[in-house]
């Protein structure tokens, strides 16, 4: 397999990134892909890249996008103070699947939280996502909360 490197996104990135978004049961409702970009899409990412705690990032083969993810840092007192790594927006080429490279982009994104001294790391999956929820128990993770979300 070519080499997989893992990188912060660029602007230059955010179609391939919102192309993911939208390749799915979910995202294609709820996503818009083409050009010119939605400036949603713009204004995000460039609150994401003025934060230092956050990252979005991307996952290149031979310079072509085939997964990205969102990396935020969460401060909390719980844990004796103890920061959050919190996972989003975990995607996969669909033409990519099935390689491997979804275990290597958690694998960099549990690193990385390591590396900025997280007590833990934590990720929300949409409950019709199944495949997903066995994926992440696969990687070690625990289905130990119940979330919430409210639309606004």
């Keep these: ?15 391939a990134i919102v192309a993911m ?7 294609r409702a709820r996503e818009a892909v083409g050009e010119p970009l939605h400036p949603g899409y713009l204004d995000a990412f460039a ?7 956050q990252i979005l990032a991307v996952a290149a083969i031979d310079g072509a996008i085939v997964g990205t993810l969102q990396l935020s840092f969460l401060p909390g007192l719980s844990y004796r103070g103890g920061w959050r790594g919190q996972i989003e927006a975990v995607r996969i080429a669909s033409d990519r ?3 491997g490279l979804g275990r290597r982009v958690i694998q960099w994104a549990i690193e990385t939280c390591r590396e900025r001294g997280c007590r833990n790391v934590q990720l929300t999956s949409s409950n019709s996502r ?20 409210l639309t606004l």
Aim: glycine share 8%; net charge negative; no cysteine.
């Design 1 to 15: 397999m070519n080499t997989l490197r893992v990188r912060a996104a660029t602007k230059a990135d955010l179609p």
């Design 21 to 27: 978004l939208a390749d799915d049961d979910l995202g």
């Design 47 to 53: 609150a994401i890249e003025a934060d230092p705690n």
């Design 97 to 99: 699947r099935g390689q």
């Design 130 to 149: 199944l495949d997903a929820h066995r994926f992440y128990r696969q990687l070690g993770f625990e289905q130990s909360h119940t979330g919430f979300k």
